[in-house]
């Protein structure tokens, strides 16, 4: 059961779901059990994912125009981990896999392959990918929005808080500074990413469209936790449906090499 809470005025934290002991069981994906896999992309082995593939034909000509080095690489080796990732639930070939972007730019299934092989609900899913970390949630039936995002110094989180952050939550950082100060900030923003994303936008389009990310209603709903994203990193799950047990798989990589 998620449980947890934080005194009044601090920075909203999200509860400690129940530790899976066990990897994703593809066929053990239920609504209030949602699996996330992280991969770490700075291994020789996710790389090479960007040779083995597969990816669609727009997908490699939309790596081909990135100009940082690496950068279509990376995503290439992605869009190849998300394909075998989704196949172990739907059983089926990766090259089978055919992901479109959807209004507000969030990745999901065609419409005629969203149906998990192991239940009539639809298959959700959401990718997040910052610093060395690469993640995939998934869920079925329950709508999911995952965020992460790499530990670092950020010289404006004030300002960003007042801009993007309901008036409570830029209060609670203000007590704060430094390491302290740099932490709450990214906590409260892969939440509110993760929250934005579970309703199929980005945190900039959500604000636009008036819409409030509550991070303190969704903790008390029980549909957003933390995720253990590894060193050096944070991240956070959103779900339409309360989290009873977070089943993770940190390294992933191993997992998906023979898919």
Known sequence: MVGGGHEPGDPPTAPDPEASPVAPDPKALRPDTPHVWLFDTSSPGFDALADRGPVADEERARADRLRAEGAGRLLLARRAALRRVLALYRECAPGEVRVVTAPGGKPVLSPHAVKAVHSPRPLSFSIAHSGDRFAVAVDSMASV?????????????????????????????????????????????????????????GLRLMRESGTELDVEAALAKERLVHLDSGADHVGALASSEPIRTLVTAPDALGRINDV
């Open 145 to 201: 929005g995952v965020d992460v995002d790499l530990i670092r110094e950020v010289p404006w989180a004030r300002s960003i808080a007042k801009k993007w952050f309901g008036a409570a939550e830029a209060a609670s950082l203000d007590r704060l500074d430094g390491s302290a100060l740099e932490m709450a900030f990214l906590r409260l923003w892969t939440a509110k990413e993760a929250l934005a994303k579970r309703h199929g936008a």
